[in-house]
């Protein structure tokens, strides 16, 4: 339902042009869910914004192809995209608080929603608003909605959002760290709410974390981007049980377990190149445990592995075979 | 659902916290009964005490100094003609008062135009507006007022438009910026970007979730306008280039009594004086209270 291939967005900055994105391709269909898995930096929020065409057009260079619908919306105008906002593709934002205007009651937000996307007049939208508050499960949806969101809890205001983003009926909803601005009990709770949500009504989600544990629960299939491009690909149980890729091998490692307690915390060296200096050759390869000089010399594909996965690293199959780490080199490098 | 649902408190939009904050505390509610009490003064007054430049009784004697408050004319008699204070203060204060609200209306709106225009629009008119802005800042506007107040003296109301004309001339520039920078500042907000992620109307975005959010410090400037026309006003028609004595306004009263000053007649002097101070006292106060009833910091 949404294809996204070969997708490249650069930034203008005062240095140059700067391509933070490289190459991205992926696809959800209806009722699935895809994460999207990264550290900070690796691009893959502004993958998301460029999907629907809200990167500043004066500031970036989108190019390559997302097709929505069978229609490409790369290059389509500001009126056409939005149309496809809220009714097509929706979003959730990270911080609940500061994502929902101060000065609106919810019920208000929720009901512009839907005037927007012709599904109501000011009158009946109001009433579905409240409909929508109680598919989030809101207690006393009615007096919720007239309500104002620093009236609200965090989980409440998160669950409002949701509200918001079903309101227009989209078929993907893009959610954004739905959860991290959320304490831990509460984050279950609301990302059971946003796959069953989505799922019943065949929403596909595309899901932006960096939290292992939340695509763990949630994901059905797995996106991992390291520095602007995707590293490693698949379907989330395999990929969190055997990754393929050094750095997902070493994302994975890095999750603190029961087994592994008493041992310090595995990390993985050094820092998230910029985007204006990205390594040569494999972008990872400055931090990884397998580098050969290969590596260094020219840029792995992004290559199928098996009939649902895709990894980008010349030395894949040695790493499935149980390949030997190279030796630590010198943290200087 | 069960019947024991918790009680949900009487909601509360952001304006109304704002005013309950605003009537909690002390300085607000009294500024705002020192003011009403004023325009009561005024109107009512002005109403019983009307004031006809070109038609006062022919003074009994003539007296340089006047005469001290006693019954009967509770704020004293000028010198000279022998006016009544008391009937030069209320109808006084009328036109004052409409300087000081003319001024605030007519530069916050000018100013909010402006500054909305420039914050929304951006790039080259943005630019331009804020030039246009600098350009202004940079004209002296007491050598506007002294040059106006000559060319504009048939425009009636004895110069009191001369005035307001000017000081929304050069009182919107600030305000301009004010505007703007809100304006750019919320635009940048998550819940603006939130609303565009879900299709939400251009216009409506502006009008509903940028305008509301960005009209504070207006709201808290408007009062501190009105005193500081009216203060300008005193001043400039001290100097006599302001309206002119046919029409009293509280800053020529003073500007005819000062003359006097030497003589002792207290009563001329104070009276208008004492008014221009409450005024300006009541507003800030009001403005003050506003600006803390309105600051999300304080929030409770």
């Not at chain 1, 004066?58 to 229609?71: A, C, L, P, Y």
């Not at chain 2, 007296?63 to 003609?81: I, K, Q, S, Y």
């Not at chain 2, 009636?156 to 919107?172: E, Q």
């Amino acid at each position: 339902m949404v294809d996204v291939a070969g997708l490249n967005v650069s930034f203008k900055t005062a240095l140059g042009t700067v391509r933070v994105v490289e190459d991205v391709s992926f696809s959800i269909a209806p009722g699935e869910c895809l994460a999207i898995v990264g550290e900070s930096g690796s691009g893959k929020s502004v993958s998301a914004l460029a999907t629907i065409g809200l990167l500043p057009k004066d500031q970036s260079i989108v190019t390559g192809s997302v097709r929505f619908r069978g229609e490409e919306l790369l290059g389509r105008p500001e009126s056409y995209m939005r149309k496809v906002r809220g009714g097509g593709i929706s979003m959730i934002f990270q911080e609940p608080l500061s994502a929902l205007n101060p000065v609106t009651t919810i019920g208000e937000q929720i009901a512009e929603v839907l005037v927007a996307h012709g599904r109501g007049n000011w009158k009946t939208a109001h009433e579905k608003a409240i409909g929508y508050l109680e598919a989030v499960e809101i207690a006393q949806a009615a007096r919720r909605a007239k309500q104002y969101p620093h009236e609200l809890s965090g989980g409440m205001r998160q669950r409002a959002m949701i509200a918001m983003a079903l309101a227009g009926e989209p078929e993907l909803i893009i959610a954004d760290e739905p959860t991290t601005a959320l304490d831990v009990t509460i984050q279950a709770q609301v990302l059971e709410l946003l796959r069953r949500t989505t799922r019943e009504r065949g929403t596909a989600l595309l899901l932006i974390t960096h939290d292992l544990g939340v695509v763990a629960e949630t994901a059905d299939r797995i996106a991992v981007m390291y520095a602007g491009q995707i590293v490693e690909e698949g379907p989330a149980a395999k990929v969190l049980r055997a990754p393929a890729s050094p750095y997902a091998l070493d994302l994975v490692a890095s999750i603190p377990s029961y087994e592994r307690r008493g041992k310090g915390l595995s990390t993985i060296q050094g820092m998230v190149p910029s985007p204006a200096n990205f390594p040569s050759g494999c972008r990872f390869h400055p931090r990884c445990r397998f580098a050969v000089k290969a590596c260094a010399a020219s840029v792995p594909a992004l290559e199928p592995r098996g009939a649902d996965r895709a990894v980008r690293c010349f030395r894949a199959d040695e790493i499935a075979d149980g390949a030997r780490p190279a030796a630590r080199r010198e943290a200087s490098k | 659902m069960s019947d024991l649902q918790p009680v949900l408190p009487v909601s509360e939009s952001p304006w109304q916290q704002a005013r309950r904050r605003f009537f909690a505390g002390r300085m607000g509610p009294w500024g705002l009964r020192i003011l009403i009490g004023i325009f009561l003064f005024v109107a009512i007054g002005s109403i019983l005490l009307p004031f006809d430049f070109y038609n006062v009784p022919q003074p009994d004697e003539i007296n340089f100094v006047g005469r001290p408050p006693a019954w009967g004319r509770p704020f004293g008699e000028t010198g000279l003609l022998q006016l009544d204070v008391l009937t030069l203060v209320v109808n006084g204060g009328r036109t004052s008062l409409m300087i000081g609200f003319l001024t605030a209306i007519g530069s916050i709106g000018i100013g909010a135009f402006v500054g909305v225009i420039a914050g929304f629009v951006g790039g080259k008119v943005d630019s331009f507006l804020m030039r246009l802005a600098d350009v202004f800042l940079m004209i002296p506007s007491l050598f506007v007022i002294l040059f106006l107040a000559r060319i504009l003296q048939g425009v009636g109301g004895g110069g009191m438009w001369t005035l307001v004309f000017v000081f929304v001339g050069f009182g919107w520039m600030g305000l301009a910026r004010l505007v703007r920078g809100q304006v750019l500042a919320i635009r940048e907000m998550e819940y603006v970007e939130a609303a565009r992620a879900l299709g939400v109307p251009p216009l409506r975005i502006a009008i509903r979730h940028i305008l509301p959010n960005a009209i504070g410090p207006l709201v808290v400037a408007a009062p501190f306008i009105v005193g500081g026309a009216i203060v300008s006003e005193a001043f400039i028609s001290y100097l006599g280039f302001g309206v002119d004595p046919a029409t009293p306004t509280w800053g020529n009263i003073l500007s005819e009594s000062s003359k006097f000053l030497q003589q002792g007649n207290w009563w001329w002097i104070g009276f208008p004086g004492l008014f221009i101070v409450l005024t300006s006292l009541s507003v800030n106060m009001i403005g003050d209270a506003l600006r803390a009833a309105l600051d999300p910091r304080g929030r409770k």
